[in-house]
């Protein structure tokens, strides 16, 4: 499975920006998709992910900002980030796995090669 991210870049604290993951290969197996985050000097953490029925779950700290969704005709993942903050400032990788949650890396199957995001304040 290769994942490909895009999406990323520089905005003010308060704006909006929204990543996208496209999935190719033996998709077949992806029961779930989500996104982690690495500050520098920070361990990955979850974000937020979205399994093949629907189930989202989300990290305590992007609750009710972000909101991960799919298009499954395209095996492309969205995250719409709102309200960025300073701290959400991070690589984010798309990542993928047969089992949900996902909220551990040691779960996860396949990463994207990450894309920077970087909130001003």
């Known amino acids: 499975v290769q994942l490909v991210e895009s999406g990323g870049g520089l905005v003010q604290a308060g704006g909006s920006l929204r990543l996208s993951c496209a999935a190719s290969g033996r998709t077949f197996s992806l029961y779930t998709m989500g996104w982690f985050r690495q500050a520098p000097g920070k361990e990955r953490e979850f974000v937020a992910a979205?399994?093949?029925?629907?189930?989202?779950s989300y990290a305590d700290s992007v609750k009710g900002r972000f909101t991960i969704s799919r298009d499954s005709a395209k095996n492309t993942k969205y995250l719409q980030m709102n309200s960025l903050k300073p701290e959400d400032t991070a690589v984010y990788y798309c990542?993928?796995?047969?089992?949900?949650?996902?909220?551990?890396?040691?779960?996860?199957?396949?990463w994207g090669q990450g894309t920077q995001v970087t909130v001003s304040s």
């Open positions: 979205v399994n093949l029925i629907g189930s989202t």
């Open positions: 990542a993928a796995s047969n089992t949900y949650p996902m909220s551990t890396p040691r779960v996860v199957s396949s």
